[in-house]
């Protein structure tokens, strides 16, 4: 089966969109140009990867049915493993025969460090830019150590970056890169944000940093406030 690099991204973005993901595509050389080498992916340059976002949707249009075939009393993450459920899936219905490698945000190596970068994929990607304090001109924190935070143009801070799909038999040598938004363009505007996610991120409000079109729901926000080991019992209830 011949596969173009928009095709694997159409009928990926087929299987995936009603159930409220997103998928970008990027080139393997895109991430590691800016990565450091420890963090690099080993493959050709001009492989074609996608990143794969949850919406603040996924959670009623694919988590909540999810849940209704579950065994509780087995599963170690409930969202991770919908995630893990649709995307295998998406994968064997879309790409039969197919090489794919499949990466998930919360997968480590050997080594613990995570098996690729979410959010500078995610920028990379175009998907949603990656505010560090790099991104910010003589920045006020001295020797502290500052998380940075994808924005997302739609969803400000209410997404996840949830895999990294790799096709090794796809190259795509005449894709060009997009910059994601800058939605949060001022200096002080990033400022508040990195405070906000690196010093109040319980409080949500990092998340807000832009006007969002949508957020989690309230039967949302309640699961993710609620500490992970209490989870199974919040939706046994
Ligand atoms: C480990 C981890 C943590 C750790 C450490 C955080 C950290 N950033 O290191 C802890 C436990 C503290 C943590 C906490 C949280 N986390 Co966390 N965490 C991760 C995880 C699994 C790996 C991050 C990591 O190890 N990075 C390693 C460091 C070295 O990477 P880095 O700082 O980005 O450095 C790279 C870039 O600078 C890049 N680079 C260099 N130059 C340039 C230039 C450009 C243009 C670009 C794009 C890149 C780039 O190169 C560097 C590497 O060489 C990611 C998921 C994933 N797989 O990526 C989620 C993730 C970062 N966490 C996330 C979140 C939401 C949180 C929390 C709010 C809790 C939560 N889940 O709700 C808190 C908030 C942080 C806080 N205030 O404490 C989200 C962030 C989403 C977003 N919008 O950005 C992620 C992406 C998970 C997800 N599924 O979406 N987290």
Wanted: glycine letters at 4%; hydrophobic letters at 40%.
């Amino acid at each position: 089966m011949e596969l173009t690099g928009g095709g694997c991204e159409e009928r990926l973005r087929r299987s995936l969109s009603s159930l409220g993901f997103e998928i970008y595509p990027l080139k393997i050389s895109w991430y590691n140009a800016v990565v450091s080498a420890d963090f690099s992916l080993s493959y050709p340059e001009d492989t074609l990867a996608l990143v794969v976002l949850s919406s603040p949707g996924m959670f009623e249009r694919a988590f909540q049915p999810f849940l209704k075939n579950l065994d509780l009393e087995n599963v170690r993450d409930p969202i991770d493993q919908c995630v893990a459920h649709h995307v295998t899936w998406a994968v064997r219905e879309e790409f039969p025969g197919q090489r794919v490698d499949v990466m998930y945000d919360y997968e480590v190596l050997p080594s613990r460090k995570p098996k690729f970068l979410a959010q500078s994929a995610a920028h990379v990607a175009g998907a949603a830019y990656y505010y560090q304090r790099r991104d910010v001109t003589s920045d006020p924190w001295g020797e502290k150590k500052m998380f940075g935070v994808c924005i997302h143009p739609r969803y400000g801070g209410w997404f996840a970056v949830r895999a990294l799909l790799v096709f090794p038999d796809v190259t795509l040598p005449e894709m060009l890169p997009k910059d994601p938004p800058d939605c949060v363009p001022s200096r002080e505007k990033r400022i508040e944000l990195l405070e906000r996610f690196n010093f109040s991120w319980k409080d949500w409000s990092y998340r807000d940093i832009i006007a969002v079109e949508e957020r989690y729901s309230e039967e949302q926000k309640a699961y993710f406030i609620t500490v992970p080991a209490e989870r199974l019992q919040l939706l046994k209830k």
